[in-house]
């Protein structure tokens, strides 16, 4: 559950000021929107959800050792989007070149990057229209592929030139021209 943390307009948070915050309370998650909303994810994650974001996460921290090719984060990642929104993907990845291209004190802290592919994972908690919604965010500001996972309908909606395309678990997932040669059956990662 995601709850919105009320804050006075004259009392919005800096950058630096909301990464300070993140640091005084490293227990919870907490992400900003596009209009300077604080948002805080309370609870922990439920087993299950936990399992199944580390499997993602595997496959695609493999895809990358194998080739190579950039940058994996997991959900206790977040990223200083163009909207000035932070947000926090359940898994990112984003290309060596762009990453190099960070400073050193950019990458010990919430760069300001967006990165090239995200994973969004539906939790037993999450309502899908939000999420679905988060993902249209993630797009407009520059991810270039996005995969929303849903161990609820058994479907991953996949995010990539302009379109939006639903895939059955059982179906092969595959990383376009984004992260090339990785090939995954939702149903074999996201195992009860």
């Not at 915050?21 to 936990?50: F, H």
């Not at 539906?122 to 993630?138: A, G, P, R, V, Y």
Request: glycine fraction near 4%; include cysteine.
């Amino acid at each position: 559950m995601v709850l919105p943390l009320n804050i006075p307009k004259e009392g919005k948070f800096t950058n630096d000021e909301l990464i300070a915050l993140c640091l005084a309370n490293p227990e919870l998650n907490i992400e900003r929107d596009e209009k300077g909303q604080i948002l805080i994810t309370t609870s922990p994650t439920y087993a299950l959800t936990s399992s199944f974001n580390s499997g993602l996460n595997f496959e695609i921290y493999s895809w990358n050792k194998k080739n190579k090719a950039g940058i994996v984060f997991d959900s206790n990642s977040a990223f200083f989007l163009p909207d000035n929104s932070m947000r926090g993907p359940d898994a990112a990845w984003i290309s060596r070149k762009r990453w190099d291209s960070l400073s050193d004190s950019e990458k010990k802290s919430i760069p300001h990057i967006v990165p090239d592919f995200i994973i969004e994972l539906q939790s037993e908690t999450d309502n899908i229209k939000e999420l679905k919604l988060k993902m249209t965010k993630w797009v407009k500001n520059g991810v270039k592929l996005a995969w929303l996972v849903s161990p609820q309908s058994q479907e991953t909606l996949v995010y990539f030139n302009n379109k939006t395309e639903t895939i059955p678990f059982n179906k092969t997932l595959d990383g376009k021209n984004i992260l090339v040669g990785l090939e995954l059956v939702m149903a074999e990662v996201i195992e009860e």
